[in-house]
């Protein structure tokens, strides 16, 4: 069960986030607030946000929660990627509920999740090329992220990882964008191959 705190300035649109997110079985909202300052943090997991920036919440290094921002500005990333939180996302407010719900899903498990557009040249990773350990992100995988790394290299679909894992496709989506950001990888085979690099999987 993921503890879903709602910020947002906005009446409308944390009625209709509540609303969306109030029937899922796996989400609960623990809470709907106007302020940051409002937010009880040993009652949320992730804290999803909208139409306010994520420079207006405390930076969080030790775990209390995670973050979900819905914005369509992709300077926004760069705060989210500076500040350091354990577990972020940023979607488009125009995401569908199966996106926000897989998005929020993978922030309360420790991921990165991102659409392209608004993650894209955002990311600090400038590495030493000639040193394999060096390609790798500031973040270790999760074993979530290892076992579909791991059925990357035997060529599996997303639809097949899915059934494999019990796991939405949605869900699977943001895990390969959370692992290509800690691998810095731009594809299927680019991850697979730093992923045997640094003995992450095995073929």
Not at 50 to 65: E, F, I, K, M, T
Not at 75 to 80: A, H, Q
Not at 178 to 187: F, I, Q, R, T, V
Request: proline share 5%; glycine share 8%.
């Amino acid at each position: 069960m993921v503890r879903v705190t709602i910020l947002s300035p906005n009446q409308a649109m944390r009625a209709g986030l509540r609303e969306m997110l109030s029937d899922q079985q796996d989400i609960r909202i623990a809470g709907v607030v106007r302020e940051a300052q409002d937010i009880d943090e040993g009652e949320t997991d992730v804290l999803v946000m909208a139409s306010v920036p994520p420079s207006q919440v405390n930076r969080r290094l030790d775990g209390v929660y995670g973050i979900l921002v819905l914005t369509d500005d992709p300077e926004e990333s760069r705060v989210l990627i500076q500040a350091g939180w354990r577990a972020w996302g940023i979607l488009p407010p125009a995401c569908s509920v199966d996106e926000l719900i897989a998005a929020i899903q993978a922030v309360g498990e420790g991921l990165w999740v991102g659409t392209p557009a608004l993650v894209r040249g955002m990311l600090p990773f400038e590495r030493n090329m000639n040193n394999p350990a060096e390609e790798m992100g500031p973040e270790p995988l999760t074993s979530r992220e290892q076992e579909v790394l791991q059925r990357l290299a035997e060529g599996l679909a997303n639809k097949q990882i899915a059934l494999q894992l019990g796991i939405s496709e949605h869900t699977v989506k943001f895990h390969l964008s959370s692992l290509y950001l800690k691998l810095n990888a731009s594809s299927r085979t680019e991850a697979v191959r730093k992923g045997l690099n640094a003995g992450l999987i095995s073929l």
